[in-house]
T-cell receptor, first 109, second 113 residues
């Protein structure tokens, strides 16, 4: 069983839709939870991070963590074509980052 | 304001050869980590260096090695290249080992033929 499970998609939505991206994890040692966005042939860029259960909002993005269920989510409101990318959930325990496989998102006009 | 820079951006090598990849972290960042990203997968942790010392190592063979220099830049070396080493190699920098915000370079795409 992988430490972090993430649906690889691809996920295709119309412009303006609300997008929900999810990951589950198995290791309770993970303490920090992050979402990175990766455009094709580029390095990942940090979108949001949190270390506690609950919601954290930043503009159109909301990160949600439920430690009791070992479940994390990223919601994107009013999705735009520029949001088309691969979204990686990333968990940290100790010094290393553990990545999900990434969900490929396409927002269509 | 320079971000994380990696060189070269693309590289083609033959099986059995050796390769050196380079990374310059963001100014002020003392920690550099290396990741391997195979097509369609998330990045896999290879090494972390902080203040020139290895602070973590992932599940990679001894053919992979790295070092960090006094200016905090880093090199990743891979010996005896295999076809399976073809991947995007990413470098990430952060202020310290415990810092959550890691910033990635654009990566070096290595193709082994």
């Amino acid at each position: 069983q992988k430490e972090v499970e993430q649906d690889p998609g691809p996920l295709s939505v119309p412009e303006g839709a609300i997008v929900s991206l999810n990951c589950t994890y198995s290791n309770s040692a993970f303490q920090y939870f992050m979402w990175y966005r990766q455009y094709s042939r580029k390095g990942p860029e940090l979108l949001m991070y949190t270390y506690s259960s609950g919601n954290k909002e930043d503009g159109r993005f909301t990160a949600q963590v439920d430690k009791s269920s070992k479940y994390i989510s990223l919601f994107i409101r009013d999705s735009q074509p520029s949001d088309s990318a691969t979204y990686l959930c990333v968990l940290r325990g100790g010094n290393k980052l553990t990545f999900g496989t990434g969900t490929q998102l396409k927002v269509e006009l | 304001d320079a971000g994380v820079t990696q060189s070269p951006t693309h590289l083609i090598k033959t099986r059995g050869q050796q390769v050196t990849l380079r990374c310059s972290p963001i100014s002020g960042h003392k920690s550099v980590s290396w990741y391997q990203q195979v097509l369609g997968q998330g990045p896999q942790f290879i090494f972390q260096y902080y203040e020139k010392e290895e602070r973590g190592r992932g599940n990679f063979p001894d053919r992979f090695s790295a070092r960090q220099f006094p200016n905090y830049s880093s090199e990743l070396n891979v010996n005896a290249l295999l076809l399976g080493d073809s991947a995007l190699y990413l470098c990430a920098s952060s202020l310290g080992t415990a810092n959550t915000e890691a910033f990635f370079g654009q990566g070096t795409r290595l193709t082994v033929v």
